[in-house]
């Protein structure tokens, strides 16, 4: 069973910083399409990010274009998703996903159905 297991979460000021990582213990993460979503209470699953399991192809959310970078590090079996200039409206918890792309299609995935592993989430609290 493969589980992603998010980390980096927790509580910054408008316009800081954070990183968070998602780790696909005990699988090799070369043929995982990983992606990023968000979720606040009374909401919609949120796509934030997604990268493909191979070429590097990338996604981002109208909002949060310009703001965040999603990264993979296969030798390392972790995604990164690095948060810059965070805003009120980035609170949420977010969640890891891995989908599994045995024919390393180059693809991403942008909805939430479309991914077979979930991780627990991580909460991101942006304040004044």
């Known amino acids: 069973q493969v589980q992603p297991v998010e980390s980096g979460g927790g509580l910054v000021q408008i316009g800081g910083s954070l990183r968070l990582s998602c780790s696909l213990s005990g699988f090799t993460l070369d043929y995982y399409a990983i992606g990023w979503f968000r979720q606040v209470p009374g909401k919609e699953r949120e796509g934030v990010s997604c990268i493909s399991a191979s070429k590097d192809n990338t996604y981002y959310a109208d909002s949060v274009k310009g703001r965040f970078a999603i990264s993979r590090d296969n030798v390392k079996r972790t995604v990164h998703l690095e948060m810059n200039n965070l805003k009120p409206e980035d609170t949420a918890v977010y969640y890891c996903?891995?989908?599994?792309?045995?024919?390393?299609?180059?693809?991403?995935?942008?909805?939430?159905?479309?991914?077979?592993?979930w991780g627990q989430g991580t909460q991101v609290t942006v304040s004044s």
């Open positions: 996903a891995a989908k599994n792309d045995p024919f390393n299609s180059g693809k991403y995935y942008q909805r939430p159905e479309e991914y077979d592993f």
